[in-house]
């Protein structure tokens, strides 16, 4: 069996990840789906396996939060978000998650734990990844893809105005201020701005420093830095 293996799609479903698609046999999707639209296309004419995720609002209400179940022997168990993952796998093959748009592939403890990323909307200047499961006599083998794309790179501000932006960005949320009169006020691009709204508004509560790791800014520029926003701690 050929599986395709995507997530955090957030409204846009790309027509790299459909060719892909179309020559798998069936396809799991990790959450953040955003619109029915992609739940239709998806199903169309193969089975789907899929999630609901904490961007998929009331239009996804009989969307199962997690799933589990079996493919061509393998058993399969999915939630978007691993801080959901439960400690008792017994019988779990593979686990299949989403959410942090990071790709992740690692076999542990007699499981295969897969992000295959995020290959809708872009974040930041991130891959776009998604993943295909060749199985058979009970063995998987995994293919990471990377979506080609021509997203605009964002321009994310260095050093310690990064995290001065974020947070004036954050507090101009609060106000009401709009992505456009925030962006030439705080000297950041109109894109980096949407992008940094866009995860205060989908993670509630979530910090600067928060918002940092999952720009991965704090890795990059301090490497000794522990990324809190890791799939697997």
Same mark, same amino acid.
């Given at each position: 069996?050929? !599986?395709?293996?995507?997530?955090? %799609?957030? *409204?846009?479903l &790309?027509?790299?990840?459909m060719? !892909?698609? =179309? ?6 999707? *990790?959450?953040?789906? @955003? %619109? ?15 999630? &609901?995720?904490? @961007?998929?609002?009331?239009?996804? +209400? #009989? ?19 691993? /801080? ?17 748009? /990071?790709?992740?592939? +690692? &076999?542990?403890? *007699? ?8 290959? *809708?909307?872009?974040?930041?200047? #991130? ?15 995994? /293919? ?5 794309? %021509?997203?605009t790179?964002?321009k ?5 105005? %990064?995290?001065?932006?974020? +947070?004036? !960005?954050?507090?101009g ?20 701005? +949407? ?17 940092? =790791?999952?720009?991965?800014? @704090?890795?990059? #520029? @301090? ?8 799939? !697997? #701690?």
């Open positions: 069996m050929r !599986i395709a293996v995507l997530s955090d %799609t957030h *409204g846009l &790309r027509p790299e990840v060719e !892909i698609v =179309n020559t798998c046999d069936a396809v799991l999707h *990790g959450g953040d789906i @955003n %619109t029915q639209r992609i739940v239709d296309e998806l199903s169309k004419d193969k089975p789907l396996y899929i999630v &609901r995720g904490n @961007n998929d609002k009331e239009w996804a +209400e #009989q969307i199962p939060v997690s799933l589990r179940f079996e493919l061509d022997g393998i058993t399969f168990y999915m939630v978007h978000n691993k /801080k959901e993952i439960p400690r008792n796998l017994t019988g779990v093959d593979v686990v299949v998650f989403g959410h942090s748009h /990071k790709y992740l592939e +690692e &076999r542990r403890d *007699g499981h295969l734990f897969l992000n295959p990323g995020s290959c *809708g909307k872009r974040r930041f200047n #991130q891959d776009i990844t998604m993943a295909v499961l060749e199985t058979g006599n009970g063995e998987i083998q995994v /293919k990471r893809i990377d979506i080609p794309h %021509t997203d790179p964002v994310v501000p260095v050093g310690t105005d %990064t995290r001065k932006a974020v +947070e004036n !960005i954050s507090r949320m609060k106000k009401g201020e709009n992505i456009k009169d925030m962006a030439k006020k705080y000297g950041c691009s109109p894109e980096f701005t +949407e992008q940094v709204c866009r995860i205060i508004a989908t993670h509630p509560g979530v910090t600067a420093e928060g918002i940092l =790791n999952k720009m991965e800014v @704090n890795r990059i #520029q @301090n490497p000794s830095c522990k990324n809190p926003s890791a799939d !697997i #701690q």
